[in-house]
T-cell receptor, first 115, second 114 residues
Framework: DSGVTQTPKHLITATGQRVTLRCSPR?????VYWYQQSLDQGLQFLIQ???????AKGNILERFSAQQFPDLHSELNLSSLELGDSALYFC??????????????FGPGTRLTVL | GENVEQHPSTLSVQEGDSAVIKCTYS??????FPWYKQELGKGPQLIID?????GEKKDQRIAVTLNKTAKHFSLHITETQPEDSAVYFC?????????????FGGGTRVLVKP
């Protein structure tokens, strides 16, 4: 158990809908990362937040957005869902002091199925 | 941006034998190289990592080597056991205040046959 929690574990929805994925980082970690894992694209970085502010951005679609709240939990919002958005979505957390890399601990993931 | 290639994509070994997975990266600024193990239905779990100021690191049956000149790093698992069966991912990232995004290789599915 990494200490990172994600809810829900599974999500089934229809095309065009909007969903919210939630992540709670490990105690003491200030940074949260979102990754997408699909069969054809592998594990891809989406976005990083550090202490409430966006820190780094990957190939995140405009239909996707994220935020980190004052209690450090994070939410990933996916809208206008398409079949191709079906994937595993992982949240990771780290201390990230801003000066060097540090270990990222991954949560168990949310499996999103878009029908 | 960074690009990480990982080989082989599948690896089948007999229990007790060694397994080697190799990765190459493109960005010379990368200086942190973690390896993750992912079991079915679970999130990636860090098993070992190495930073660019070190050429080799070992933790029991697992070792990682890094060649910065050639831009490649490898994972070595000795005395493999059935519980080593999983998908292994290498990753790379340059450190700095700009962020800490990991770029992953495509993964290696390892099967250890009893």
């Amino acid at each position: 158990d990494s200490g990172v929690t994600q809810t829900p574990k599974h999500l089934i929805t229809a095309t065009g809908q909007r969903v919210t994925l939630r992540c709670s980082p490990r105690s003491g970690d200030l940074s949260v990362y979102w990754y997408q894992q699909s069969l054809d694209q592998g594990l891809q970085f989406l976005i990083q937040y550090y202490n409430g502010e966006e820190r780094a951005k990957g190939n995140i679609l405009e239909r996707f957005s994220a935020q980190q709240f004052p209690d450090l939990h994070s939410e990933l919002n996916l809208s206008s869902l398409e079949l191709g958005d079906s994937a595993l979505y992982f949240c990771a957390s780290s201390v990230f002091s801003g000066g060097s890399t540090d270990t990222q601990y991954f949560g168990p993931g949310t499996r999103l199925t878009v029908l | 941006g960074e690009n990480v290639e990982q080989h082989p994509s599948t690896l089948s070994v007999q229990e007790g034998d060694s397994a080697v997975i190799k990765c190459t990266y493109s960005d010379s600024a990368s200086n942190y190289f973690p390896w993750y193990k992912q079991e079915l239905g679970k999130g990636p779990q860090l098993i070992i990592d190495i930073r660019s100021n070190v050429g080799e690191k070992k933790d029991q049956r697992i070792a990682v080597t890094l060649n910065k000149t050639a831009k490649h790093f490898s994972l070595h698992i000795t005395e493999t056991q059935p519980e080593d069966s999983a998908v292994y991912f290498c990753a790379a990232t340059p450190w700095g205040a700009a962020g800490n995004k990991l770029t992953f290789g495509g993964g290696t599915r390892v099967l250890v046959k009893p």
